[in-house]
């Protein structure tokens, strides 16, 4: 998938940057070899096809760039291709409004990170977890009603945003549930999500690395957005990390994970280009 137009002027910089250290050294080397006079007409289609060479290395390059680092307000932020279990320190994982922990397709898809992370890198019972859930210190204003007419799943719902810290695992809040279970957000509620989520995170990542996946890029819908892109969503995060309080002191850098099969939907070298990826 072409991501990068053959032409862009961000490809070009980039080859000037290195045909400009090719010169250079080339420049040097002439002044102490001397070419042959009938070699000067090959070397010169050489160095043509040689430039030619460079500049679609660069822009394929450009096209399947997986990984990138990023400066947002003085906090380092990687974002790449990867698994979010192998990395180090807190891994945020999203649940939705009541914290569900059933993974029945139905409220919780076995295909979903959510799913993995419970089917696969729990260590307890879903009923310990469930029972650490309901002992865990929320903040008052963290917990909200009961929804007494919930057929499935819990009952408690939780303010979006909120986290609760399970071992190396942040366990976020993320979406809220309609009555079909369909986890479905407005735009307003996916930024007061994230702000919150920054917030939160601020308080309890004690300089420790954090890695999130890119959120809302699975099942997630969100209304009146129906073809919002992954890239979108992405730089949706790194405007909120931006304006919000939140600072990773260095060495501690936030990582955030794009699946490998969204990666051909994000242009990784705009987000590389532009001031703090937004």
Known sequence: MIKVNFFDKRVFEIFLKITSFISMFLSLFVLFVDI???H???????FIVLLVFIYLIVWLWSNNLNKIDINVEGSEVTIKVGDIFSESGFKAIAFNEYFDTEVDNKIIAESSLNGIF???????SVEELDLFIKNYSFEKDEKLESNADRKLGKNLRYQIGTICVYKDFLLAAFTKFDNDNQA???MPEYIEFLIKFWDKVNKVYAQRNVSTPVFGSGITRIKGHKTISDEDLLKIMLWTFRISEMRFKYPAKLTIIIHKDKINKINLLDI???????
């Open 118 to 124: 419970i089917q696969n890198y729990l260590g307890i």
């Open 272 to 278: 590389k280009s532009a001031r703090n990826g937004v």
């Open 36 to 38: 042959p006079a009938t």
């Open 184 to 186: 479905v957000l407005t």
């Open 40 to 46: 000067k007409t090959t070397c010169g289609y050489f």
